[in-house]
Antibody, heavy 120, light 109 residues
Framework: QVQLRQWGAGLLKPSETLSLTCAVY????????WTWIRQSPGQGLQWIGE???????NYNPSLKNRVTLSLDTSKNQFSLRLSSLTAADTAVYFC??????????????WGQGLLVSVSS | EIVLTQSPGTLSLSPGERATLSCRAS???????LAWYQQKPGQAPRLLIF???TRASGIPDRFSGTASGAESTLTISRLEPEDFAVYYC??????????FGQGTKLEIK
């Protein structure tokens, strides 16, 4: 059974950099895309970016200048860095697995979510 | 950017009733690029349907999806108590690669 477990700092100050990691258990990074999504309190879902097993990335244009995704195949993990934080970045952050072979690239496994608060 | 508009915003029904949720894409997208998720409070979304009509693994057959033109529909044939949640549609395609609808809240009447 595939599980995604994520961790990182949950309370940050404006201008700091968010750093989250998602570990994949019970499955390989190969042949999938690995995605980060966030959800502001009481709001909908916003896609942040994705990285595939070869390391190719796509980012949401609204966040592109501040986002970096990376992959560590030796640890079966992938990571998110989001710089220059503001209060507007306060959200629950999810990692998820995307099915590369399907047109909808549906997200079939998700991490548990992590609330990141940005406050001075 | 493709915008997904879900309707209604809130749907109030009783267990045993039929639920019909809509997702309209503008501009229109192929139903192959659409998926549906269920989210309960404090949980991650759960994949229900992809390619507009294929159920994900382990999803009960009371959940079904259809598509016609720019509109996709998620139907829950007979509501169970555990089905009351928020439902999102999602499309994958042009930048930004993933977009989500704003959600439909299915609540107990």
């Amino acid at each position: 059974q595939v599980q995604l477990r994520q961790w990182g700092a949950g309370l940050l100050k404006p201008s700091e950099t968010l750093s989250l990691t998602c570990a994949v258990y019970g499955g390989s990074l190969n042949f999938y895309s690995w995605t980060w999504i966030r959800q502001s309190p009481g709001q909908g879902l916003q896609w942040i970016g994705e990285i595939d097993h070869g390391g190719s990335t796509n980012y949401n244009p609204s966040l592109k200048n501040r986002v970096t995704l990376s992959l560590d195949t030796s640890k079966n993990q992938f990571s998110l860095r989001l710089s220059s934080l503001t209060a507007a970045d306060t959200a629950v952050y999810f990692c998820a697995r995307g099915l590369l072979t399907l047109a909808a690239r549906p997200l079939d496994y998700w991490g548990q979510g992590l609330l990141v608060s940005v406050s001075s | 950017e493709i915008v997904l508009t879900q309707s209604p915003g809130t749907l109030s029904l009783s267990p045993g009733e039929r639920a019909t949720l809509s997702c309209r894409a503008s501009p229109s997208v192929s139903s192959d690029y659409l998926a549906w998720y269920q989210q309960k409070p404090g949980q991650a979304p759960r994949l229900l349907i992809f390619g507009a009509s294929t159920r994900a693994s382990g999803i009960p057959d009371r959940f079904s999806g259809t598509a016609s033109g720019a509109e996709s529909t998620l139907t829950i044939s007979r509501l169970e108590p555990e089905d009351f949640a928020v439902y999102y549609c999602q499309q994958y395609g042009s930048s930004p690669e993933y977009t989500f609808g704003q959600g439909t809240k299915l609540e107990i009447k």
